[in-house]
Structures are given as structure tokens and as C-alpha cells.
């Protein structure tokens, strides 16, 4: 992947919400008041990562969410400290949660294949969403599937045999 592009109808808000979350640091500050694009990436080597394109309008939202309302850009991201940890930092910088985490796919007590992932999605401070993704190791994946098999059906209850969240 060369970059991603995503729109943003403020530049500034944008830059702080997507250098805080990925690390990137802000490329040629000086030029991109001037213009509709903005960059985000490393300075040596000097390589764009993310483009934010300023836009009027916001990304699209609908009253009832469905797994066809998603936006154009779609980008996963895993959490150095985890799902859990991860949302109130996202939070924190001005996004907002879309899904609760979950694991996927989801086990249950008749399905023999275990899940892969941890996973929420997000959405940054103009509602492009984005996956936190957390890839779970085979001990987990087993813990979970074996949960499902003894009847959890609870999320929660899941992500906790398979040591991703707290029951408290």
C-alpha cells in the first residue's frame, strides 16, 4: 500500500486526530493551510502515508447502520495494548465508537471454527470509520471456541475466555 486517503473537513482537526492515533508526524506544515491536501508520514525517509483531503462535506451517515454503510477508505489498525485499552484513548482525541468489540468470527456452541480476530470499529472526529484488530493466538482461539461450546453466548463473556477484556 502506497497511502491512504481520507476526507476531512477540517485540516487541522484532522492532522492532530490522525498523527496522535498512528504516530505519523505531519509532513510540510507550512504548505498544506494553502492547498485541499495534507500529509501524514515519516521524514526519513521523507514518505507520505496518509493524505487528508479536505472536503465540504462529512462522510455520509445513516439513521440504521448496516454492514453496506461503510465509507470508501477503510483502514485497520492494531492496538499496541489492545482493543479495551485502545477505545478510551480513541475517545479521548475526539473519535467515537461504531461497534463494540467483538471476536470474528464469533464462536458458538455448534460451530467448530474458532475465531480469528478481536475487533472493534471506530470512527474518527468526521465519522470515516476504521477497525482496531487484534489477531488472537491459537491458546485463545481455542479458549473461545471452547467457551461457545459450554453455552457462553455473551460477547463480553467470550472475549474474556479467550483473554482479550475484564468481567468486572
Avoid at 471476536?103 to 470512527?123: G, H, N, S
Wanted: charged share 20%; with cysteine.
Amino acid at each position: 500500500m502506497r497511502c491512504v486517503a481520507i476526507n476531512v473537513t477540517d485540516h487541522e482537526v484532522g492532522l492532530r486526530f490522525w498523527s496522535a492515533l498512528t504516530g505519523y508526524e505531519v509532513l510540510d506544515p507550512g504548505y498544506w493551510g494553502r492547498g485541499w491536501l495534507a500529509y501524514l508520514g515519516t521524514t526519513e525517509p521523507r514518505k507520505h502515508e496518509i493524505i487528508l483531503i479536505h472536503t465540504d462535506q462529512a462522510p455520509i451517515q445513516t439513521t440504521v447502520p448496516t454492514h453496506h454503510d461503510t465509507n470508501c477508505v477503510h483502514i485497520d489498525i492494531t492496538p499496541t495494548h489492545g482493543v479495551d485499552a485502545a477505545i478510551p484513548e480513541i475517545l479521548a482525541l475526539g473519535g467515537t465508537l461504531k461497534k463494540a468489540p467483538s471476536l470474528y468470527p464469533r464462536p458458538t456452541a455448534t460451530c467448530d471454527e474458532p475465531p480469528i480476530i478481536d475487533w472493534a470499529v471506530m470512527q474518527d472526529p468526521f465519522g470515516n470509520e476504521f477497525c482496531l484488530v487484534y489477531v488472537l493466538t491459537v491458546e485463545q482461539m481455542i479458549a473461545a471456541r471452547d467457551a461457545a461450546r459450554e453455552g457462553i453466548t455473551d460477547d463480553r463473556e467470550l472475549r474474556a475466555a479467550a483473554g482479550q477484556t475484564t468481567l468486572d
